[in-house]
């Protein structure tokens, strides 16, 4: 490289300044002005949690308006939290853990109440360390249908469930459920929910007025779990909770009694589509309109063991009152589904893009919006 000599470099520089010194001056930028919005303006929201894994302590819920796409706001979710709105939907609850030096250090878990329409806290309750710290799936944090109880999923591995009483703002009692997981609350009974048990059974817990198990059922098996296992997140009609397996089979359930019992069984695939491996997959994998009957399942094609969690190659319709199908919609990688809550739009969480899909329903689906959306969205929810 040749060097460059001192004069022509000074003179290079006087050529330069000359230049400047002859432009027209630049008129000031005028001030930007920022403001707070008081409150979201959407009325339809889709909540997006996001463990945010590659900073996993860090988790961020999403909040979207459902009819345009246009991002809204973010509330932070801590570690691995979950997340659940209240039934008036005007509250959003957290359940999550914080560690005083970030990954490490002491550990405080709690329940955090935010205000859904300003987005800000509102207050907390304490909780079990033995919460289940896992990715974000619909039925490990539940609220009774009355709005009195929340019942938080723990792990240690040994499983249990802690009861909250959300009137008097604090954590009560904790509920042995060994070989059971997921709380499915029972609307009819507000002190009442069921949980899946490793042998194909179903457990129903009614809780007393002090948050104590006053009873518990055990069914009879009413899945094979190891020959086709159910996905956890299940959706009710009622009191029947809708499950899909994870070779293609819808599995019912009626959880309104003391014990829970059989509501239905039936295939969404054909022998033909058995035969080509076309089973559901992903991290919440249906969703249901209960006015309807309207189910979506998120399917893929050339499935097997261990193929529950690939992402969708189409996204197929059914009535579940009929057990016929009646859509067949592009799959966008997906490997979560929501609904608004008339049914009219379906939410796609798109695995591979870590984008929200907004896809008008109608006589013929259309695509109405795409928004990028954190780093690993594995839940998403309407209000």
Partial sequence: ?????????????????????????????????????????????????????NNIQDGRLHVVDGDTGDYEGVIGSGFAGQVKLSNDTKEIYIATAYYSRGQRGVKTSII?????????????????????????YKWLLSVSSDSRWMFV?????????????????????????????????????????????????????????????????????LFDPDGDALFIQGEPVGDTYHFVSFTGNVVSINMSGAKATAAGKWSMVTDDQRAHGWRPGGYQPLALDPATGNMFVT???????????????????????????????????????????????????????????LINLGAEAKEAGVVQIGTFPSQVEAN
């Fill in 1 to 53: 490289m040749k060097a460059i000599g001192h004069r022509a470099l000074g003179g290079a520089l006087s050529v330069a300044a000359g230049l400047l010194l002859q432009a027209p001056a630049m008129a000031d930028l005028p001030a930007e002005t920022l403001g707070v919005e008081k409150a979201i303006s959407a009325t339809t929201r889709v909540y997006v949690p996001d463990i945010a894994i």
């Fill in 112 to 136: 955090e109440v935010w205000d859904a329409e300003s987005l800000t806290f509102k207050y907390e309750i304490p909780i079990s360390n033995k919460r289940a710290m896992a990715l974000n």
């Fill in 153 to 221: 999923q723990n792990s240690t591995p040994a499983s249990s469930i802690t009861v909250v009483d959300l009137q008097a703002k604090r954590a009560l009692t904790e509920i042995d459920t060994p070989g059971c997981w997921g709380i499915y609350p029972v609307k009819s009974q507000p002190n009442r929910f069921g949980m899946l048990c490793g042998d194909g059974k179903v457990e129903m817990v009614t809780i007393a007025s002090n948050g104590t198990a006053s009873s518990r059922t055990v069914s009879e098996p």
């Fill in 299 to 357: 399917m893929h094609e050339g499935g097997s063991e261990g193929s529950h969690k690939w992402p969708a190659k189409e996204i197929w319709g059914f009535n579940v009152n009929t057990g016929t199908r009646n859509a067949t919609l592009p799959g966008h990688d997906s490997t979560a589904l929501g609904l608004s809550r008339n049914g009219k739009k379906l939410y796609v969480i798109n695995a591979l893009k870590a984008s929200l899909v």
